[in-house]
């Protein structure tokens, strides 16, 4: 089923990949990793919810290992955001309640996906400025040695859920809307932001 999804997902997969590709840049800045962190964390905390609040998908995964809002909340605190503000951050309000497991597992195979260049552009942020990233790389560092253990569960995950093929349609259906909502969310003004740390 993974191997369906990244075929089916994969239009959608450059500009995925181009919402962190600002951070390998030369001059990258610890105000440019703050501002993706922002961004992450609206797309990711409200998201987090919905996952949680859809019934019986903890018997399918492991929730509480897969929910990483708190640590993205813990790394902007680190970089100076105070508590009342990450909690008056602007978050995105596309995201759905989840009428199934399948249409949860869509959706979430969009953020799980981003965890398997965490590693990456952890170690080059920290080339850059390791005093920050010293302090702020909760989010990025939470499956640190796990990520490939991760990722094959969620596909055992995925392919126990998507037995049937309606089921399996639904699920790619959902990553699609979950990889449109995410890009649509990426591409809001950086003002809004700035506004909510003010």
């Known amino acids: 089923m993974v191997e369906r999804l990244n075929a089916e997902t994969q239009i959608h997969h450059k500009d995925a990949d181009a919402d962190s590709d600002a951070l390998f840049d030369r001059d990258v800045t610890a105000s440019q990793y703050l501002v993706y962190l922002m961004r992450v964390y609206g797309f990711e905390a409200p998201l987090d919810s919905a996952i949680a609040m859809t019934p019986k998908l903890e018997l399918v ?5 897969r929910s990483r809002a708190g640590f993205l909340a813990q790394d902007l605190m680190a970089l100076g955001v105070r508590p009342a503000a990450v909690a008056a951050m602007p978050l ?10 399948a249409e949860a597992m869509g959706w979430l195979y969009v953020v799980e996906r981003t965890t ?6 952890r170690r080059h942020l920290t080339t850059r400025f390791p005093l920050e990233m010293e302090a702020a790389s909760a989010y990025l560092s939470s499956y640190d040695g796990v990520v490939g253990k991760r990722w094959h569960e969620f596909g055992e995950a995925l392919d126990e859920v998507a037995r049937h093929p309606a089921v399996a349609e639904r699920i790619v259906a959902a990553a699609n809307d979950g990889f449109r909502c995410r890009r649509t ?3 809001q003004d950086t003002g809004d932001y700035a506004r909510s740390t003010g």
């Not at 995964?61 to 290992?65: E, K, M």
């Not at 398997?116 to 552009?121: D, E, F, K, R, Y």
């Open 61 to 65: 995964l492991d929730l509480r290992a």
């Open 92 to 101: 995105c309000l596309a995201i759905p309640q989840f009428r199934s497991v």
């Open 116 to 121: 398997l260049a965490h590693n990456v552009i």
């Open 185 to 187: 969310w990426f591409l």
